[in-house]
């Protein structure tokens, strides 16, 4: 996935679309070998990537969030961070809290904690790829009350899109997962990526699911706002229903 394939892939849409949802890493690839390799394709949120989304989302008229390489350089770190932009700046940065497998080789992990984003009637909050795999990281989002977890990813394990049914249901919040397809090699690394981008709604339906293999720019028309009931029947409200104080581990 690159700029010109995404220009190519979003420039027949059509339909009024409020948020757009990009692969992890969409623009760099995801087999880095060596730091000095990450370092040189990250940025900051003043880089070019971040200007190629602020002018799609001029051209679509919609919000984006997409995953990119980025770097702290005060503190000489780089995050797999995803980031909320829209025409004129970037909304928020989240920088991812588990890192999977080489990737903790190349990031640092995120530093920033988890947070929601109001933009214009929607909640957004941001989780990377294998954040999928903490039920915290989607339990804390919708705690802060998001309506949407923006999920950008590179899966390379089959369970993703199961679990987030489960994601969604347990917590009645709506997800996109954008996730990559292909292979990429390079090195030692063969990856190959699992496609079936979903879009989950809060009561565990999957309202879009992509093919395996191939590219695609799916739109699904929801209400964020029937996210915000918590109750699954008159006496159990998901939220509500908690028993914090019975959680303790130790
Ligand atoms: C992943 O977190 N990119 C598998």
């Given at each position: 996935m690159n700029f010109r394939q995404v220009r190519e892939l979003t420039k027949g849409i059509q339909d009024d679309v409020a948020l757009l949802v990009l692969p992890e890493l969409f623009a760099t690839g995801y087999a880095f070998q060596s730091i000095k390799e990450t370092k040189m394709m990250a940025e900051d949120i003043s880089g070019e990537t971040i200007h190629f989304l602020q002018d799609l989302c001029r051209s679509i008229g919609c919000v984006i969030c997409a995953g990119f390489a980025e770097i702290d350089r005060d503190r000489d770190q780089i995050y797999n961070s995803a980031v909320l932009v829209d025409e004129h700046e970037a909304l928020g940065v989240y920088r991812k809290l588990h890192l999977f497998n080489k990737e903790t080789l190349y990031f640092s992990p995120g530093n920033l904690p988890l947070a929601v984003h109001t933009i214009g009637g929607m909640k957004v909050g941001m989780m990377i790829c294998f954040?999928?795999?903490?039920?915290e990281v989607a339990r804390t989002l919708a705690l802060l009350d998001a309506d949407i977890i923006a999920h950008p990813a590179n899966l390379v394990l089959p369970y993703c899109q199961d679990a987030m049914i489960t994601r969604c249901l347990e917590n009645h919040v709506f997800a996109i997962t954008a996730n990559r397809v292909g292979r990429e090699t390079r090195g030692m690394d063969n990856f190959i990526f699992t496609g079936q981008s979903q879009v989950t709604s809060f009561?565990?339906?999957?309202?879009a699911r992509a093919p395996a293999g191939a590219p695609v720019v799916k739109i699904v028309e929801i209400n964020?706002?029937?996210?915000?009931?918590?109750?699954?029947?008159?006496?159990?409200d998901l939220i509500a229903g908690r028993r914090p104080s019975m959680y303790r581990t130790r």
């Open positions: 954040d999928w795999i903490y039920p009561d565990g339906t999957v309202l964020q706002k029937d996210a915000r009931n918590k109750k699954i029947n008159e006496f159990n």
